[in-house]
């Protein structure tokens, strides 16, 4: 039977290297980006959409999947809180924390008449640490972490499997101005212990492996790709 998988922010870095992988294994796949579509081979479905505007035609589009995979995201320009207007950090929460709790809402209700179903939530190393973004990215990722925890607590005997990936500095068009002239790439790259950036295709790997079954006895994990930085 082919699985089908919701993910956000697919029209561009995890979200579209997620999409890719899980086309090329045969699943079915639904995309939502405000951004273009992908325009991707295989059986691909996608909608424009804005993930601050009210989510019920996500919902008339894509009733039902057997993964959901919160990706979409967005950075704070490593602000701190006497720079970050109250507006700037509840646009932050919205699309951080608020729009993958409200989407995780509507498919755990059906995931549950199926007693089955897997939730991946893209967290981050700012979901754990300080300095992997300014107050609202860190803070929002820091719930999304504790989301993901409570959740997979309050419904591993329903047979819902949940999890966060938490990557350290993903080489995306979210980074692209770390790699302008005068930006963070190399330092940042010099500063990780295996000395490079992660590419977006290493994080949808191990999202295929969560969502394939095979890790059946895990629950709740935060699953870290950040080439040993927060070893430090």
């Known amino acids: 039977m082919t699985k089908g998988v919701l993910i956000t922010g697919v029209s561009s870095g995890i979200g579209l290297a997620q999409a890719r992988l899980f086309l090329e294994k045969g699943y079915q796949v639904f995309g939502v980006d405000q951004g273009a579509d992908p325009q991707l081979p295989g059986d691909f479905h996608f909608l424009q959409r804005d993930l601050t505007l009210d989510l019920t035609p996500i919902f008339d589009w ?3 999947v057997d993964v959901l995979c919160n990706t979409a995201g967005v950075l704070d320009d490593y602000k701190p809180l006497l720079e970050q207007s109250a507006q700037e950090i509840q646009e932050i929460f919205e699309i ?7 989407l995780t809402r509507h498919y755990l209700t059906q995931m549950m008449e199926k007693k089955q179903g897997i939730i991946i939530n893209m967290c981050s190393i700012a979901s754990s640490l300080a300095g992997g973004g300014g107050h609202a990215y860190t803070s929002s990722k820091h719930a999304l972490a504790g989301f993901t925890k409570q959740l997979a607590l309050d419904y591993a005997e329903a047979g819902i499997q949940v ?5 350290g500095a993903v080489k995306t068009g979210m980074t ?3 790699f302008e002239p005068g930006g963070l790439a ?8 295996i000395k490079r950036w992660i590419e977006p ?3 949808a790997e191990v999202s295929l492996f ?3 079954g095979k890790s059946s006895a895990m629950q709740g994990q935060l699953l870290t790709i950040d080439g040993g930085w927060s070893l430090k």
């Open 186 to 193: 190399d330092w940042v790259a010099s500063e990780t212990p």
């Open 62 to 64: 894509c009733p039902e």
């Open 201 to 203: 295709k290493e994080v």
């Open 210 to 212: 969560l969502a394939s």
């Open 96 to 102: 951080n924390y608020v729009t993958p709790v409200e």
């Open 176 to 178: 692209a101005a770390d």
């Open 163 to 167: 999890f966060g990936i938490a990557p």
